[in-house]
């Protein structure tokens, strides 16, 4: 690893400077809107490195981290860079651990934080689009990208002998891209899929969305969409109309509202998440639980690992600077050094102030290759008797 030196007086006066006694990071999730039952418990996660790292007291000569939260709303790019307008205008953060939604956490890239020079971290942005485009160094995901994610949906469903689905995916980025990388995974496996059509989020009423997908049949219904929007119409619709009894998730839809919601009529359904099994991810769902919060929900376990890095990163820049902390998230994040998993993040502190190198692997065994992305791994789960069940690590 090669550290990055950005010690300047011009770096030092910005917001939470090297040495200040507090810097602040901002956390950019959806606390209201399609994503907001589990948005609370990777808020959580982020905040739980933080701490980790404040009670050590080895964060740049005692420097603590001050959380500061902001609503992406998941879906209102408007409201997005308003928050994160605020973040960097207002709370002066100098790192954001966000966006999530991938079609907001575009929005915040482009328009806000590539302008103020501010780097992101996503735990949950997932759109392919994201791996071609050019952000000047300044984003950076610990989910991997649904181009991998539509090839395992794809593995999954012929393994269980499954060839003939229907497709319903949310109207935006993350859904199209999932919706894309699946249909060309599994129509080249042999696969066919006799519709493949999109849903608004926030209507009312999915009953012409379900006769569609209804009349063109299938064996299952495919659902690339939010827990708590139009994903969860989607299935509430189908079951009314007895249109389809097994669906099959993507990450998105992987929340327990979403049992609660449904109910027994959910059993037998079964779907993927990124996830990691391992010590990392044992002591993170140990640290969680001790913490008061689920870390078994989406993209919580990422938000840790987002959040942590951030801090190393600023650690091994040797200041908290927007500049410091893009420039070195990388090599924090890949070989060489000593392998920190989560619960370590002390020892990685010690380490690089003493000049030396850390490989951060977190809870989800942290990976990061060009343009700054998880390459992941993913739990394929069934639903029985109102739970996630795992069967296997993909």
């Known amino acids: 690893m090669k550290k990055t030196l950005l010690a300047g007086a011009a770096s030092v006066a910005l917001a939470g400077g090297a040495w200040a006694d507090e810097v602040n990071m901002g956390i950019l999730l959806g606390f209201t809107g399609p994503i907001e039952s589990i948005t609370p418990n990777m808020a959580a996660a982020a905040e739980m490195a933080w701490n980790e790292i404040n009670e050590s007291g080895l964060f740049l000569g005692g420097t603590t981290i001050n959380a500061v939260r902001g609503d992406s709303t998941c879906i209102d790019s408007s409201a997005a860079n308003a928050s994160a307008e605020r973040l960097i205008t207002s709370d002066n953060v100098v790192a954001i651990m966000g966006a999530d939604c991938s079609g907001v956490t575009r929005s915040v890239l482009e328009n806000v934080a590539m302008a103020n020079g501010v780097p992101m971290i996503s735990p949950s942005a997932t759109s392919p689009a994201f791996t071609t485009f050019d952000s000047e160094g300044m984003f950076f995901r610990t989910a991997p990208s649904d181009a991998r994610q539509g090839v395992v949906v794809a593995e999954m469903l012929m393994e269980r002998g499954i060839s003939n689905v229907a497709v319903s995916f949310t109207n935006n980025d993350y859904g199209r891209g999932l919706s894309d990388s699946f249909a060309a995974a599994f129509t080249e496996m042999g696969g066919t899929i006799t519709i493949n059509d999109s849903h608004m989020d926030g209507r009312g009423d999915y009953s012409a969305e379900v006769g569609a997908l209804a009349a063109a049949g299938g064996e299952v219904l495919v659902v690339f969409g939010y827990a708590d929007q139009g994903g969860v119409g989607i299935i509430q619709t189908a079951i009314e109309l007895g249109a389809f009894d097994t669906f099959v998730l993507g990450d998105g ?88 998993g989560a619960g370590e993040l002390a020892r990685g502190l010690e380490i690089l102030a003493e000049g030396g190198e850390v490989n951060f692997v977190g809870a989800t065994e942290v990976e990061l290759v060009p343009p700054g992305e998880a390459a992941g791994t993913y739990e394929e789960y069934n639903i029985e008797g109102g739970a996630f069940v795992r069967v296997q690590m993909r």
């Open 253 to 340: 839809m992987r929340a327990q509202s979403l049992i609660d919601t449904i109910g027994p009529d959910l059993d037998g359904s079964f779907g993927v998440i990124p996830s990691a099994a391992g010590e990392g991810m044992d002591t993170f769902l140990a640290m969680a639980e001790e913490a008061g919060f689920d870390g078994t929900t989406s993209f919580a376990a990422q938000a840790y690992d987002a959040a942590a890095l951030l801090a190393l990163a600023a650690q091994a820049a040797g200041e908290a600077t927007p500049e410091g902390i893009a420039a070195n998230i990388m090599s924090v994040a890949n070989e060489p050094g000593e392998v920190i």
